[in-house]
């Protein structure tokens, strides 16, 4: 869509959704293509997941399974592969029957999760940069969002500033570890401090947790749900898409307690009511693979992730290692370079690369103004073509 295209379309939307425009990742994405470049922007892989359970989708498709509308909380199959796994890797028991509800990926959880919990004026505090459907959702329910900023080199969380942020309007934390766009994963301390706060005020807690695979350098993903005084009042969201590498079939789930998951399955059911069907049984057959795949796309991802980060930093960039996810953050400063946006639009031209700037993600803009994010779950050989294209920006 062009720019005039994008500010006509303002005036048919409500004032509360006129500031949403269209995501960075359709204006990178689109750039990529007409310019022919490296799309190191949207984070997809470009190899897709196993083998096996590519198979079982057409299996699935073959044999009649998921082809008409599955039950409208899902098919049992993927509820009880979804509880199996909360067990093995996390030792959370939930009921497969009233805790677990699967959605058209985590991005529907998100919205169905925040349009049922989100009354107007309600505060819903989030950690900044934020994945871009949270504002979007948080504005469709007229709440308010308050950031809670992450700043380079580490992105930890200030503990400070998020106590300072409850207000008595706040209704929930909303929370993504592993985090997307800077790769921080919470530490102990950290997850405790929101726990802590969240029970202090009796705060709900949305945790986005699409990356607990995705975790690096002997690293533990552990569930904020199953943190003590937790259980009740978390909602869980992961997906299939970054754990299998088939981000196009969209199949997510959300784990709560029966109530809560009541809530967002009242929301749910009118968005999508169901999606998927044929690749529910997939996923279902996905999240009971052996533990080596598991350890073989974390190992693989990591390796992409040292390969990507010594090149950008051998090329003068500052980069901030990700404990997690599949995104480096650099700040493009030394390299005479001020803001990520410009940057990002002139990099296909310069280089023939895609990138995505962090401030699209921020309220308080100027901290992202000099970050770029650089996705590296690609092949090898894309990562080393993409870095060679970059050496044209060497810092000398
Ligand atoms: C990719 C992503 C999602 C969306 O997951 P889908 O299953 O594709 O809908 C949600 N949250 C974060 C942080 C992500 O990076």
Known sequence: MSETDSMASRQWLPPHLRSLGTTIFAEMSALALASNSINLGQGFPDTDGPEVVRE??????????????????????????IAQHQER???????????????AGATEAIAGAILALVDEGDEVIALEPYYDSYAACIAMAR??????????????????????????????????????????ALTDNERQAICDVAIEND?????????????????THRPLATMPGMADRTVTISSGGKTF???????????????LINAVRTTKQFLTYVSGGPFQYAIAQALALPDEYYASLTAG??????????GLSDLGLDVCVPEGTYFITTDIRPLGFEDGLEFCRALPKLA??????????????????????????????????????????KAN
């Open 89 to 103: 890797w996390y030792g959370q028991v939930v009921d497969p029957d009233t805790q677990v509800l699967v959605t």
């Open 143 to 184: 709440g308010v969002r308050v950031p809670v900023t992450l700043r380079t080199p580490n992105f930890r969380i200030d503990v400070d500033a998020l106590r300072a942020a409850v207000t008595p309007r706040t209704k929930v934390l909303l929370i993504n570890s592993p985090h997307n766009p800077t790769g921080m």
């Open 352 to 393: 023939s690369v895609v990138a995505i700037p962090h401030q699209v993600f921020y309220d308080n803009v100027d901290v992202g103004k000099p970050l770029v994010r650089w996705a590296f779950c690609k092949q090898d050989s894309v990562l080393q073509d993409a870095l060679n294209r970059l050496s044209v920006l």
């Open 245 to 259: 590498s088939f981000t196009g079939w969209k199949i997510g789930w959300a784990i709560a307690s029966p109530s």
């Open 56 to 81: 079982a989708a057409v299996t699935a498709l073959r044999e009649g399974k998921g082809n008409q509308y599955p039950p409208g909380i899902g098919i049992p199959e993927l509820r009880r592969a």
């Open 203 to 219: 705060l709900v807690v949305i945790s986005d947790e699409v990356y607990e695979h995705l975790i690096f350098d002997d690293r």
């Open 301 to 310: 991802l990591q390796a992409k992730r040292d390969l990507l980060a010594q």
